[in-house]
């Protein structure tokens, strides 16, 4: 996994900062309807801030194609490695990287966590929402975004892949390649229909408990 240079991290940094201000902006509409959608995904402040979520009003230079986006730092102990941007009016494609990024994962400071138990979700909404939850999480945005050379990362862990039930198998197949790789970690499945976050909102943290815990 490529590391970014000091002033490539200072310079994501600066962005995320701009964006984590503009989601909070109280005169301006765009950012008003961005918390609105954040928190009917049951998405608290204090996670917002946590993983410095923000919007996209006023873009960096470089970053005119994501204006109108949610920005999602990718946050290590060293900084901000680099930001993800999701479309909030279904314009397509849903996530955009900054061009030429490599796969990352998110949440890496889950590993920083003492709790034996690790919680590996698709994508970072889902990851936010089982962190609300208690639970040490990364997030990775697809089974496509796997190396096999993350698995020694997850070495003494007890790993728990949570996967979706809603995206046509989709997520079944998320966990099939991670346990690949990872043999002994365990797979539970979202209710049909659903995905974390949606779990999440329909049942609060009962229903994520009783996922994870139950199976």
């Excluded at 999480?137 to 979706?164: C, H, M």
Aim: aromatic fraction near 10%; glycine fraction near 8%.
């Amino acid at each position: 996994m490529s590391v970014p240079s000091t002033h490539w991290k200072t310079l994501l940094g600066k962005a995320a900062r701009k964006y984590s201000n503009a989601l909070w902006a109280e005169d301006n509409e765009d950012a008003s309807s961005t918390r609105a959608y954040l928190t009917n995904r049951g998405l608290t402040t204090e996670a917002l801030n946590y993983f410095r979520i923000g919007l996209v009003a006023q873009p960096a230079e470089g970053h005119e194609t994501y204006t109108g986006r949610l920005c999602i730092p990718y946050i290590t102990r060293s900084g901000i490695v680099t930001l993800r941007f999701r479309s909030l009016d279904g314009a397509e494609p849903k996530y955009m990287s900054l061009t030429g990024d490599k796969s990352r994962i998110f949440n890496t400071r889950a590993f920083n966590r003492p709790e034996e138990t690790l919680i590996i979700t698709e994508g970072e909404i889902d990851c936010i929402t089982v962190s609300m939850c208690g639970y040490p999480a990364i997030g990775l945005p697809g089974a496509k975004t796997w190396r096999n050379y993350y698995a020694p990362l997850f070495e003494g862990r007890q790993v728990i892949i949570v996967s979706d039930n809603d995206d046509h198998g989709e997520g079944r197949r998320f966990a099939e390649k991670i346990r690949e790789d990872l043999p002994e970690a365990r797979n539970v499945i979202c209710p049909k229909g659903h995905d974390l976050n949606s779990l999440f909102v329909d049942g609060g943290k009962t229903a994520v408990y009783e996922l994870i815990e139950g199976n």
